[in-house]
């Protein structure tokens, strides 16, 4: 019965470095979408799992960015070689139906990413 | 190419006003419209969630109109409360044809409830 979980809250990484993401989404929920959030800014879209199948990766800034979602449940955003533009709230959400269509997205409280 | 537009920036009232945010988004082309709520240091939470056949959604001091045509979107606030402190956010779902499975906000009314 518990809402999205991201872990974790807070990620400081060096520049450079490698970093991973986690995302639990609602059980039972089809679909998952992954977002940055710049400061003062609306999220923007990067990412979409359709069960564990990515149908939409148009918002990926680069092929620095890799999403993956296995078993259709958990799913991990990774970014490689990170740089200082990298720095933002990485949130994820998941919706009951397919393309959140008909029903609204629920979202986590997001990874805060800072890359020294 | 999609775009939301958010209207004012920030917003400051005192307890017990009656206020409206505005949103407008340049295609009438969309499959529903949401308006979110956002706490610092948190996440979005899901207010109302307008399908573009419908005009508007009520849940209990808020509603939400949607006039597809001219693209817009209002969310009213009856007799605010310092509670209401926030970020609120409008986001589009356009078909899949055009946007992919993108969803468009825009950069949000920062509202701040005096008491």
């Known amino acids: 019965g518990a809402g999205v979980s991201q872990s974790p809250r807070y990620k400081v990484a060096k520049r450079g470095q490698d970093v991973a993401l986690r995302c639990d989404p609602i059980s039972g929920h089809v679909s998952l979408f992954w977002y940055q959030q710049a400061l003062g800014q609306g999220p923007e879209f990067l990412t979409y799992f359709q069960n564990e199948a990515q149908l939409d990766k148009s918002g990926l800034p680069s092929d620095r960015f890799f999403a993956e979602r296995p078993e259709g449940s958990v799913s991990t955003l990774k970014i490689q070689r990170t740089q200082q533009e990298d720095s933002a709230v990485y949130l994820c959400?998941?919706?009951?139906?397919?393309?959140?269509?008909?029903?609204?997205?629920?979202f986590g409280d997001g990874t805060r990413l800072s890359i020294l | 190419k999609q775009e939301v537009t958010q209207i004012p920036a920030a917003l400051s009232v005192p307890e017990g006003e009656n206020l409206v945010l505005n949103c407008s988004f340049t295609?009438?082309?969309?499959?529903?419209l949401q308006w979110f709520r956002q706490d610092p240091g948190k996440g979005l939470t899901s207010l109302l969630l307008i399908q573009s056949s419908q005009r508007e959604q009520t849940s209990g001091r808020l509603n939400a109109s949607l006039d597809k045509s001219s693209g817009r979107s209002t969310l009213y606030i009856a007799a605010s409360q310092p509670g209401d402190s926030a970020t609120y956010l409008c986001?589009?779902?356009?078909?899949?044809?055009?946007?992919?499975?993108?969803?468009?906000f825009g950069a949000g009314t920062r509202l701040f409830v005096k008491a």
């Open positions: 295609d009438s082309a969309i499959y529903n």
């Open positions: 959400a998941s919706s009951l139906d397919q393309g959140a269509i008909n029903q609204p997205q629920h």
């Open positions: 986001a589009v779902r356009p078909p899949r044809g055009t946007g992919g499975f993108k969803t468009i």
